[in-house]
Structure formats: C-alpha cells, structure tokens
C-alpha cells in the first residue's frame, strides 16, 4: 500500500504512488559502485571578505572558523548512476564554520546555497538532506588558453560569473589538504508549516559526512591557480525569487580573492548517512 510507509525507504510527494526513485533509493536489483561514479569536475575561487557580513547569515549556535573566507565553486557531475548515465551541474556558496550541538561542536562547511539545473536532484537534496538548493542555468565551462570561465543564470539573467586561470600542478600535493577537525558538510533545514506563515514545521542542522565519499574518490587532476568571481546586483524584475540572495552576495566586501582551484574526481556517494544534528 503507497499509503504505508516503511522505515529505511525513501518517500517524497506525490506518495500515492510508494517509495520514490532517487541518488539513495534504486530499482530492484540494481546496485552502483560509487568507485566509479560519478564523474566531476570542480572549479572554485575563494574570496577574504568582512567577518561580520558572513555572521549576519548565520542561524543560532553557529560561529565562524577560520578567517571569514567565502568559497565559490561550480560543479560538473556525468556518468551517474542513478540519472542512468546522465548528469548535472550546480554551484555552492559556501565558508567554514563550527556548529555547537548538545553533543559538542561540529566543525564543517556551511553550505548556504547550492543551485543545480536539474529538478530531480533538487527535489531529493532539500527534502531528505536538508541541503539548501534551488534552480539556476549551469552551462558547461568556457576554455580558452587556459582559462576557465563559468556563468550561471536564471531564465537567460545572469547572475554570478566565475573565472580561474594560471593554473598548475603543486609540487608535493596530490588533492586539497586535509583537516582532521572537518567533518563535513552543514545545512540549515527549514521547512514551514502551512498555514500558520513564518512558523516552521521542520528547522533543524544537517551533516553530511565526508569521509564516506573520500572513500570512494579518486582525484585525476588537481591544480590551483588565480581566480574571482562576481555577483551581478539584481531587481526583482531581473529575478524575481533569488535576488534577495544574489543581492546579499553582491554587498559581500572582497577583501582580496585567495586562489582558485580545479579538481577532477571519479566516485562518490549517494551521501544517505547524512543525519540531523540537535
């Protein structure tokens, strides 16, 4: 019966029909091997900003660590398993911080933001992962003499460009360098209640592990370079539901931009041991 749900499946509306497909729930018999799947490929550029501005944006019993640096980063996912050999891109607003749970303080990277431009992993992220996705344009990189440039957009408004150049392997260093401490990546869930407006019928933290998914990920290609990235100022005519969003990100003071980096990864997770954190 669709209508009698059973524990350690996944279900998401509209729920007449039963269990949903998705990256953690397969049809019968099908397994994948997250050694090799997906493929992706990650540009990103980190910017020193103003402590204070990245503190506004932060929910109750989080605090900054580190210095306040923002990281950009656009990513280009094919072969996967779970899409039947498609893909899809998105792109993460993201900084360090420390959540102080009842159990003791979480350290990890607060995502903010994560757009894609596909509905379906959307969909999944938001309601079973809490992770905080929306929809943008995420075309394919542009390449000339070394430098890559990517832009994403709303409805043909574009909205953020990202540029990384100059780019080299470092001597000695096979992948970004680890941090012991880290342990994973943090989301804010929010889901409101309905009818009783600004009330909240889920508000809780996430964590999504990332020592399962390092398991499994082999890094074919690691470089870092110079880069930077821009947030275009919008109107509400320009976008009508994100420019709250990309406004905020525009007014962020650029302290001066701290490197970029380009990664090409096989493997993952369908990243299921993702849990609540009270």
Request: charged content about 20%; glycine content about 10%.
């Amino acid at each position: 019966m669709p209508f009698d749900p059973k524990a350690g499946q996944f279900y998401r509306m509209p729920i007449f029909f039963g269990p949903t497909p998705g990256p953690r729930q397969w049809p019968e018999g099908r397994t994948f091997d997250f050694t090799k799947t997906p493929h992706m490929k990650m540009l990103g550029v980190r910017m020193l900003t103003n402590a204070d501005q990245l503190k506004a944006m932060l929910p109750e019993r989080f605090e900054l660590r580190g210095p306040p640096v923002v990281t950009v980063e656009a990513n280009y996912m094919t072969e996967i398993g779970w899409l039947a050999g498609r893909g899809y891109n998105l792109c993460d607003v993201k900084f360090e911080v420390t959540f102080h749970g009842k159990a003791g303080p979480v350290h990890g990277t607060l995502v903010l933001v994560r757009w894609e431009n596909l509905c379906d992993p959307i969909l999944s992220g938001r309601e079973e992962l809490g992770h905080n996705k929306l929809y943008c344009e995420i075309p394919e990189p542009r390449v000339i003499d070394g430098r890559h440039s990517a832009r994403m957009s709303w409805l043909e408004t574009p909205f953020l460009d990202i540029n990384i150049w100059d780019l080299a392997a470092p001597t000695g260093m096979s992948g970004p360098p680890a941090d012991p401490e880290h342990q994973g990546m943090l989301s804010y869930k929010y889901i409101p209640k309905t009818g009783d407006w600004g009330e909240a019928d889920v508000e809780y933290v996430t964590l999504s592990p990332h020592r399962p998914m390092r398991e499994n990920i082999t890094i074919e290609r690691f470089e870092l370079g110079q880069g930077s990235f821009q947030f275009w100022k919008s109107s509400w005519e320009d976008l009508p539901t994100l420019y709250h969003i990309v406004n905020a990100f525009a007014e962020l003071e650029n302290h001066g931009f701290q490197g970029a980096h380009l990664v090409q990864t096989v493997g993952g997770s369908s990243i299921a041991e993702t849990y609540r954190v009270d």
